[in-house]
């Protein structure tokens, strides 16, 4: 820890609207590690720290605070007299690794107070928000290791989040097999938002009227939250989400799940089988809440307005491949959102292979459209809008229907390797905002995805006595 803090240099980092858009929100997992041998060495604590703030030597934007200068203009600011330190914590626990297992690690059956930050971004008990948490906690009898690892969505998307994982995993490695002097040739992760503009492509493409209402439209609300501080943001926007109370299920969606609906809608899709698992995930779970919602509620399109009444929908696209930056080791957000607006009469309706193949084509105008130069327009349109980011989150967070889906399965989870394997069970924490959908890898890589899904706890009842979806995917916990 004290060779970070001597490493640290002050300087201001500026963010863009891709790092802010998602501000309100954490990027929250918990990798559980068994002691499969019985070693009484398994990830020692201190092997596990040093490896740790030697990471975050590469990484000085987490010795930083989110400052904003007003109307949405937000930097990292790094104090080097004054760091913000990250919280690194560890703990022990009365639970063994055995009982996890037993339960298939499900929520209940993890130890008391995993999360040091819940899934919100917003300042601790000492007045700060961390820009990075881990908690290092021990099982019963060394019998495993569980590590909670959160970071802000300000600083960076799932995608680097893994990298970041994955660093610090390939750092313990060396460190602790005696090749520390391979540190120096670990590759280099920029934080220079600038770097998007340079990627930026010649070609464009116009971004959808509805796009481009919900982030230019002004809204009175959203320039209050774009104005406020950020702590008192996150506290606001913290308050709002506990009282949705939302509940929170994982699914594991099977290969055979998803051939099987590829096959059975191949004769009423064009190009069936070119559908990606994403695409055919977007239309049966934004279907599914849909449905649920309607009963839930026992409000859906009413006859007046059956024809016009529409459901709010935020398909969410990581787009490095677009701006050709897969290579260019960015630590950042790289996002696209993309509003649409679906018709409640489509989505009521009964779940059949007709009925999902005219969901797939009502998606398949805004996922296609995802090209560099739609990528290129949208940044161009939010980039002189500094405040912008928080008109979709006023939007959003005002609606009790309104769903965001997360289109792009998190990269490899189980790549997180300490040197004793792949982590037994990877997860995101329980608590979340209500109406998110978030792919996820599997435990086995080739079977597969999993889905992380939220919902008023009204509205979860309906989706697990869904038909349907009880068939398609099956619950984990």
């Given at each position: ?29 918990v ?33 930083g ?9 937000t ?42 930050a ?12 961390k ?5 290092v ?15 802000p ?59 481009r ?22 506290r606001?926007l ?20 998803l ?75 790289i ?33 296609n ?57 990877v ?21 597969g ?29």
């Open positions: 820890m004290e060779a970070f803090k001597k490493s640290i240099k002050s300087q201001t980092i500026p963010l863009c609207v891709l790092d802010t858009q998602g501000s309100f929100s954490n990027i929250p997992f990798f559980f590690y068994e002691n499969a041998s019985g070693s009484s060495e398994f990830m020692p604590s201190d092997a596990l720290s040093d490896s740790f703030y030697e990471t975050m030597q590469r990484f000085p934007i987490f010795a605070r989110i400052k904003s200068t007003g109307r949405g203009n930097s990292v600011v790094i104090d080097a007299n004054n760091p913000n330190m990250p919280d690194y914590s560890e703990s022990t626990c009365s639970v063994h690794f055995d009982t996890l297992k037993e339960n298939g690690f499900s929520w209940r059956s993890w130890p008391d107070n995993v999360a040091t819940g899934p919100m971004t917003k300042a601790d008990a000492s007045g700060e928000i820009l990075i948490n881990v908690h906690i021990r099982m019963q009898d060394n019998s495993g290791v569980a590590i909670y690892f959160s970071i969505h300000y600083i960076l998307d799932g995608v680097a989040h893994m990298e970041l994982m994955k660093y610090w995993c390939q750092v313990y490695r060396l460190q602790t097999s005696g090749q520390s002097e391979r540190l120096a040739g670990l590759p280099e992760f920029t934080v220079d938002r600038s770097i998007i503009q340079e990627c930026l492509p010649k070609e464009r493409r116009p971004v959808d009227a509805l796009t209402q919900t982030f230019t439209g002004f809204s009175v609300i959203a320039e209050l939250l774009a104005w406020i501080s950020p702590k008192l943001r996150g606001l913290s308050m709002i989400i506990a009282r949705q109370k939302a509940e929170a299920h994982l699914f594991h969606v099977s290969k055979a799940s051939e099987s609906l590829r096959t059975t809608i191949g004769a009423l899709v064009l190009e069936a089988a070119t559908i990606s698992d994403s695409e055919l995930m977007l239309s049966v779970a934004v279907k599914t809440l849909a449905q649920s919602q309607a009963l839930a509620t026992g409000v859906g399109a009413s006859p007046a307005k059956k024809d016009t009444a529409t459901l709010p929908v935020a398909i969410i696209f990581e787009v490095r491949e677009q701006l050709n930056m897969t290579l260019k080791n960015y630590a950042g957000n996002l696209l959102p993309i509003i649409t607006s679906t018709p409640l009469k489509m989505l009521e309706t009964p779940t059949t292979p007709e009925s999902l193949a005219t969901m797939i084509s009502n998606f398949s105008e805004p996922v459209s995802v090209d560099p130069g739609l990528v290129a327009s949208h940044i161009e349109m939010v980039t002189p809008l500094p405040s912008c980011f928080t008109r979709p989150i006023a939007r959003f967070a005002g609606s009790k229907t309104a769903l965001s889906f997360v289109y792009d399965v998190m990269p490899d989870m189980y790549e997180a390797n300490f040197g004793n394997g792949r982590p037994s069970w997860s995101p924490i329980e608590p979340f905002r209500a109406n998110a959908v978030l792919l996820l890898t599997s435990q086995d890589t080739t079977d995805m999993d889905v992380f899904m939220t919902a008023y706890p009204s509205v979860m009842k309906e989706i697990l006595k869904n038909e349907f979806w009880s068939d398609f995917a099956k619950l984990i916990y």
